[in-house]
């Protein structure tokens, strides 16, 4: 099992930037890809963004491509979400999660963090 625990939501003006971190505990990180998923108030969670083993293979989903960047150090058991150029619409409950499989299904992700608000003013 992995325990994942996030941080670095917050309020931020539209425009700025956030860097969301999922600290991984238990069984080795490094095992599992990781992925980025999102609740806004009143919508289903989707998919933001996901990270091969090694790190060196990312995907995204088109509503954040080019302003999202997914990270991993495993040498820290964290994988990161930069988040550049903030909209309102990016407003959300972030939960980082970890998977056996490399993808964007959240019915393969098998371990879930919290979450952490992220609320972005216009």
């Known amino acids: 099992q992995v325990q994942l625990v996030e941080s670095g939501g917050g309020l931020v003006q539209a425009g700025g930037s956030l860097r969301l971190s999922c600290a991984a505990s238990?069984?080795?990180?490094?095992?599992?890809?990781m992925g980025w998923f999102r609740q806004a108030p009143g919508k289903e969670r989707e998919f933001v963004a996901a990270?091969?083993?090694?790190?060196?293979?990312?995907s995204s989903a088109n509503y954040v491509k080019g302003r999202f960047t997914i990270s991993r150090d495993n040498a820290k058991n964290t994988v990161y979400l930069q988040m550049n150029d903030l909209k309102s619409e990016d407003t959300a409950v972030y939960y980082c999660?970890?998977?056996?499989?490399?993808?964007?299904?959240?019915?393969?992700?098998?371990?879930w963090g919290q979450g952490t608000q992220v609320t972005v003013s216009s």
């Open positions: 999660a970890a998977s056996s499989l490399f993808g964007r299904r959240q019915a393969d992700f098998g371990f």
């Open positions: 990270i091969n083993l090694s790190g060196g293979i990312t």
């Open positions: 238990g069984r080795t990180f490094s095992s599992y890809f």
